[in-house]
């Protein structure tokens, strides 16, 4: 199975959303649809955790891979 990008898991977690709030999903199916958009918000705080440590890290001259500190 290809893994989805941040914006398409999150655009199917969405489309799960709105199904649901519609209220005219049978139980059974519902909970399949739960079950898929936790396995969906598990990806995407995945992936947002992995940008924020990229983020938090800063390249110096002399190719030093060091944390981004803003009070420095």
């Known amino acids: 199975m290809e893994e ?3 914006e ?3 655009e199917q977690l969405e ?3 709105n199904k649901l709030e519609s ?3 049978p139980l059974d199916d519902a909970i399949d649809e739960f079950t ?3 396995n969906l918000v598990k ?3 995945a992936k947002l955790n992995n940008a924020e440590e990229a983020i938090a890290k800063i390249v ?3 190719g030093d891979i060091v944390d981004f500190n803003l009070n420095e």
Do not use: P, R, T, Y
């Open 60 to 62: 110096q001259d002399n």
């Open 36 to 38: 898929k958009a936790m």
């Open 4 to 6: 989805l990008s941040f």
């Open 8 to 10: 398409e898991s999150l």
């Open 15 to 17: 489309e799960i959303v």
């Open 43 to 45: 990806v995407c705080n």
């Open 23 to 25: 209220g005219d999903v």
